[in-house]
């Protein structure tokens, strides 16, 4: 059986996983990915956890473990290049080039990109777009990120940056945004920004005043709030989706794809999120695109999804 490796990169911590043919993750390793300022001790580290998995499946298997290659799902990865470029959240600074030093490791194919490329091509080799040719996916979470599968490859553009759709300006002037602009999508829909919204809301309803507890909220407590009929919470996910669904739609009229698909910790309050968001994006969508594109959540295991995308990266050098 033939297996990959896919490594999810964060700014906390780096998963690794030992993924077969049909999807098992079959081992799991984990380093701090904060507990290095060099690329060299990082990618060494990195390298001893996945030839001890290889080498604990090739003891399980009784033979070699052919391994297809490296996949790498990364903050600011660069899949033209093999590089994650200065990126802002890890310890590790500058333009690291991820190919060169695990060569010196293993001589397999290495294949990186950002991490929001990496959920949408798993969803399209392992999850529910599996036989879509056309697709977008959604993370939503600390940010907003996304993949644009058009013909079956992901769209990486001339620099290899396509598909930073949760940075879209959605309001004009609006809220200040991580990457230096104003009004971006990310500052609406991601965890932050939908407990700014509900902050927002409820200083309005109590006029202007805010108790020492809504600094600790987060958009998990704003969806349980929801589900027990919160108004104020029902409020914030009813403006969320309304602004998701406007971008969501938006969109559709440039890759008109089969499917939209949301995945990350806030898509997960469902119905408060997604009833409104179905609507809105009803509403907002161009009429000769009416019926074309589902809303879809990820078949793919939240606990899963970064290893198996990073991983489903292999397949587009086969």
């Known amino acids: 059986m033939k297996y990959s490796i896919g490594v999810d990169m964060g700014g906390t911590n780096t998963d690794m996983g030992l993924v077969s043919e049909n999807g098992n993750i079959v081992l799991r390793r984990n380093i701090p990915t904060n507990a290095y300022t060099e690329l060299e001790p990082y990618v060494r580290d990195m390298m001893r956890e996945i030839k001890g998995m290889v080498e604990e499946q090739a003891a399980r298997d009784g033979e070699a473990v052919d391994l297809e290659g490296i996949g790498i799902g990364a903050p600011n990865g660069n899949f033209y290049t093999g590089c994650v470029d200065n990126a802002p959240n890890l310890t590790i600074k500058g333009v690291l080039d991820f190919g060169k030093e695990i060569h010196k490791y293993l001589p397999v194919p290495v ?107 987060t958009s998990k407590m704003i969806g349980e709030l929801a589900h027990q009929g919160d108004p104020i919470a029902l409020k914030t996910w009813e403006t969320v989706a309304d602004q998701l669904g406007m971008a969501m739609a938006n969109s559709v009229t440039f890759s008109a794809p089969e499917a939209i698909f949301l995945m990350g910790g806030p898509t997960q309050v469902g119905e408060p999120l997604l009833k409104p968001l179905r609507k809105a994006f009803e509403k907002y969508l161009l009429n000769i695109y009416a019926g074309s594109c589902q809303i879809r959540m990820s078949e793919l295991k939240a606990n899963e999804v970064a290893i198996l995308g990073a991983a489903a990266l292999i397949k587009m050098k086969n």
């Open 111 to 217: 294949v990186l990109s950002n991490d929001a490329n990496a959920a949408a091509y798993g969803e399209y080799v392992y999850g529910g777009a599996k036989g879509m040719k056309h697709f977008i996916m959604f993370t939503l979470g600390t940010g907003v990120g996304s993949g644009i599968v058009v013909d079956g490859k992901l769209v990486h553009g001339s620099t290899g940056g396509a598909g930073e759709l949760g940075h879209n300006i959605l309001v004009p002037h609006g809220r200040k945004c991580s990457c230096g602009r104003e009004g971006c999508l990310e500052t609406y829909t991601s965890a932050r920004g939908i407990v700014q919204t509900y902050c927002e809301l409820k200083a309005s309803d109590e006029c202007g005043v805010l108790s020492d507890e809504l600094k600790s909220v």
